[in-house]
């Protein structure tokens, strides 16, 4: 059976297993599990203190409650990230075996917070680096060694590079002499030209 | 199998019987806690000063031990081996049991940190991927060149590395391929065979 909130692909045993493990919890308290665990996906930290108080009524052992708390983290986060609405989502949950007021409780968080997930996920795709910040000075050469008067500009470039692994910020220096800047300049002009065609 | 020690061993252990039985049990319970937590010279010290001998002795005679012990245990022997190869270090029947209970006490656990010395490739710990399409460079306009950045996480011995890999969907697609023929493999009638017996 293929469902769309695990991208056209069928549904894991593991989830499949655990749905009945749902079952078990009033649809109030899933509906407010479900509020914690959209929290810890968007990167605000998890209140397990909470989540062991709503589930001590169904006297769950703690590895029933890690199993609740994975398997809502895997439907909500899955659902966010292949873009299912709360119906279709609500429909496939039903199938699946969960009772019509769970899926319709855990399928309102989900539309809640569908977009701020989404933004969420998407701030924490892939990424190499992050330009972090650029600063400059323009100065002028005066004369050298080489010749007495230059009377060039000259302009200094320092790119702030944050790395993506460890978030550690990297200074990267350049100077550029006066025509160099230029086509620097004009390459980039036409990049951003670009860009904004797309977007 | 037979333990075959060193004359150079057999000096070392020779101090032993020297001291009594009290006290080799003290000394076998030292050599346990430095394989399990690494040595600590300062109850060299100590041990020297209360048995009025030099610091080396001690160290050669724990050192000694530690070495009987984890010999025995790196290739198993059964307890008659262990004690004829005991038995040509000429000592008393008492010292003789007493190491023998040191060696079985204690086989199990120098065997699990043995085991873990062993030399380890970096393991696979988790993937992240991005799907990207180039549209234009700075020397070419309207292209379309798709490309699967893939960040790689590693694991060995606690240390995490990444590891940054950029493919087109052709190579993903063969390397996909190769992978399930890999996985195929555990299929066929030699594999079978072969996994059968070990178990």
Redesign the interface.
Same mark, same amino acid.
């Given at each position: 059976m293929r469902f769309r909130f695990c991208g056209d692909l069928d549904c894991p045993d593991w989830v499949l297993a655990e749905i009945s493990t749902l079952a078990k919890i009033s649809s109030v308290k899933l509906k407010l599990i479900c509020g914690q665990v959209l929290k810890d996906l968007q990167g605000e930290g998890i209140d397990y203190e909470k989540i062991l108080k709503l589930t001590s009524d169904a006297k769950f052992e703690s590895g029933d409650v890690k199993a609740t708390i994975a398997v809502l983290s895997f439907i909500l986060s899955s659902a966010a990230k292949h873009s299912v609405d709360s119906d279709s989502l609500s429909s496939e949950l039903q199938q699946l075996g969960l009772p019509k007021e769970h899926a319709t409780g855990l399928c309102r968080s989900y539309e809640e917070k569908q977009s701020p997930l989404q933004d969420s996920l998407r701030t924490r795709? &892939?990424? &190499?680096n992050h330009l972090d910040s650029v600063s400059w000075r323009v100065d002028q050469t005066l004369s050298s060694s080489e010749l007495q008067q230059v009377n060039e500009p000259l302009v200094h470039l320092k790119f702030t590079v944050r790395d993506?692994?460890r978030g550690m910020m990297e200074p990267f220096a350049m100077t550029v002499s006066a025509e160099k800047f230029r086509v620097l300049l004009a390459?980039l002009r036409q990049?951003h030209a670009?860009m904004k065609t &797309?977007s | 199998m037979l333990l075959v020690l060193s004359e150079e061993h057999k000096e070392h252990l020779g101090f032993l019987t020297q001291v009594d039985s009290a006290v080799v049990g003290e000394f076998g319970r030292i050599a346990v806690e430095f394989l399990r937590k690494g040595t600590n010279p300062k109850i060299y010290e100590g041990a020297a000063r209360k048995l009025n001998v030099s610091s080396d002795v001690i160290q050669h005679g724990v050192e000694g031990l530690t070495y009987l012990l984890t010999e025995g245990s790196k290739l198993m022997i059964s307890e008659i081996d262990f004690q004829d190869s005991v038995l040509v270090l000429g000592f008393s029947e008492e010292l003789n049991k007493l190491l023998l209970q040191l060696y079985l006490d204690n086989r199990k656990e120098i065997r699990s940190i043995l085991g873990e010395l062993a030399p380890k490739l970096p393991s696979y710990h988790s993937l992240e991927w991005r799907l990207d399409v180039q549209l234009a460079s700075r020397s070419l306009r309207q292209q379309i060149k798709p490309a699967v950045t893939i960040k790689l996480h590693l694991d060995q011995n606690g240390d995490q590395t990444t590891k940054i890999l950029q493919t087109d969907p052709a190579t993903l697609l063969h390397l996909i391929q190769q992978l399930e023929q890999a996985l195929g493999e555990m299929k066929t009638n030699h594999c079978r065979r072969i996994v059968r017996n070990i178990k």
């Open positions: 795709s &892939l990424r &190499l993506g692994d390459e990049a670009m &797309l | -």
